[in-house]
């Protein structure tokens, strides 16, 4: 798909240069250089999707066929690592399933035996990542496929080390949520932006796009395993100046299955946020 792009693209340049006497030859040279650098970009760059999944038996069918349908259409070259962290409901099953649709080379299976949390799963996910850029996102339908050339293109204009999906800029919004959790939410957002100033605004969003060797670093650099972990990762990319840039996305309330956000992990975000305002 991007070769074809690029040759019809490239014969739409020639034509303007011969029937165009404003467009010089050397303009023409320098049009084709640009993208024959861009196409040369996109065929090295592999992107990894990391889904760690628990309970996920109804979305998962559905996730990795959007997500399929989206790549094939763009032309990036991609895998999707399931990280199932054994859960009862049958979910690795139909992980196992997707895989001989999809092929093995697309669908890569790396499960564990049991629920070990979001920070460890990344960490299991990447070690067996061959792409160049990761991309985290939820497999409870919550982010949608459609953004991901977003992040990509957003990505590239400014060769960023992170691109975080937002709901809080431009058209990013949230739905499904009832008043409470979005009160919630928006309160969380305002208090990690007041105490911990983190150069982002949805410090809690788990759809992102990392370069490779900048996601390594910044796992290392992490002491948190839950789902204050994606808080801690913005945090600490700011401590060690990489360039954070953000997409605005629209956030779904999950349609199966039910919300694995509960009192715990809001108790673990409020002592994380304190540690982190303490320690940054």
Known sequence: ???????????????ITFISPRVSHKESLNIVNDM???????????????????????????????????????GYDYEIIVIDDGSPDGTLEAAKQLQNIYGKDKIILRPREKKLGLGTAYIHGIKHATGNFIIIMDADLSHHPKFISQFIEKQQSEDFDVVSGSRYIGSGGVFGWDFKRKLVSRGANFLTQLLLRPGASDLTGSFRLYKKDVLDKLIKSCVSKGYVFQMEMIIRARELNFTVGEVPITFVDRVYGESKLGGSEIVQFVRAMLYLFATT
């Not at 798909?1 to 034509?15: A, D, G, I, K």
């Not at 592999?46 to 990795?64: D, R, V």
């Open 1 to 15: 798909m991007v070769h074809y792009q690029f040759y019809l693209s490239l014969l739409l340049v020639l034509s």
């Open 36 to 74: 024959a650098n861009e196409e040369m970009r996109d065929s090295e760059n592999k992107y990894s999707i990391l889904l760690p999944t628990y309970n996920e038996l109804e979305n998962l069918p559905i996730i990795i066929y959007l997500l399929t349908k989206y790549l094939d259409k763009s």
